[in-house]
């Protein structure tokens, strides 16, 4: 079956270090996308992807980055961790098209300190 | 600015009776909605969806109303079950792109 992976599912790093949170999905769709979840404000976008060397800023970028180079993976780097970046990550997926849903993983827990 | 607003932290139901579970959203340009259910260390997953030519859509248990001049939908759970308990968010689409822009979320919790 088809589906979405996180890794890893849990991470503590250290405050300035550089951390990369993995994405792979087999759907073989072309949007993807990473949220963080706190609470009191939701799922709240990071960045996305909508192919191959396409990547857009959502509405919490500050700090992050992204890269797509196949269709299957779009890693998320925190590029000197934060420990206002301590949250939930969750990565998704879709088909490129309008009126369908997006399809997430399990999510990994990041600890920073 | 919030998009989408669920303006309801938490409600409980209890088992057999109907759960309605609210959402606003600012963006007139959004014409796709979304409900998704998320259970404690897991990833959300897809519960229903609406298009903005539509007023409502049904599926089981579960349908969601839309009222696109008041910029409100909501999702009707009927009857309430334990499982049921989750925290749900309602997610918006539209503006010619593919993103999805999520609400701060729901708590229910269906008491037995």
């Known amino acids: 079956d088809a589906e979405i992976t996180q890794s890893p599912r849990h991470k503590i790093t250290e405050t300035g270090r550089q951390v990369t949170l993995a994405c792979h999905q087999t759907?073989?769709?072309?949007?993807m996308f990473w949220y963080r979840q706190d609470l009191g404000h939701g799922l709240r976008l990071i960045h996305y992807?909508?192919?191959?060397?396409?990547?857009n800023k959502g509405e919490v970028s500050d700090g992050y980055s992204v890269s797509r180079s196949n269709t299957e993976d779009l890693p998320l780097t925190l590029e000197s961790a934060a420990s206002s970046q301590t949250s939930v990550y969750f990565c998704?997926?879709?088909?490129?098209?309008?009126?369908?849903?997006?399809?997430f993983g399990q999510g990994t827990r990041l600890t920073v300190v | 600015d919030q998009q989408v607003k669920q303006n309801s932290p938490s409600l409980s139901v209890q088992e057999g009776r109907i759960s309605i579970l609210n959402c606003d959203y600012t963006?007139?340009?959004?014409?796709?909605f979304l409900w998704y259910k998320k259970y404690p260390a897991e990833g959300p997953t897809f519960l229903i969806s609406i298009s903005s030519i539509k007023d409502k859509n049904e599926d089981g248990r579960f349908t969601v109303f839309l009222n696109k001049s008041a910029k409100h939908l909501s999702l009707h759970i009927v009857p309430s079950q334990p499982g049921d308990s989750a925290v749900y968010f309602c997610?918006?689409?539209?503006?010619?792109?593919?993103?999805?822009?999520f609400g701060t979320g729901t708590r229910l919790k269906v008491l037995a």
């Open positions: 998704a997926s879709s088909e490129r098209s309008t009126n369908t849903e997006a399809f």
């Open positions: 963006n007139s340009m959004f014409d796709y």
């Open positions: 759907w073989n769709h072309n949007n």
């Open positions: 992807s909508y192919g191959v060397q396409d990547t």
């Open positions: 997610a918006a689409s539209g503006e010619g792109t593919y993103k999805y822009i």
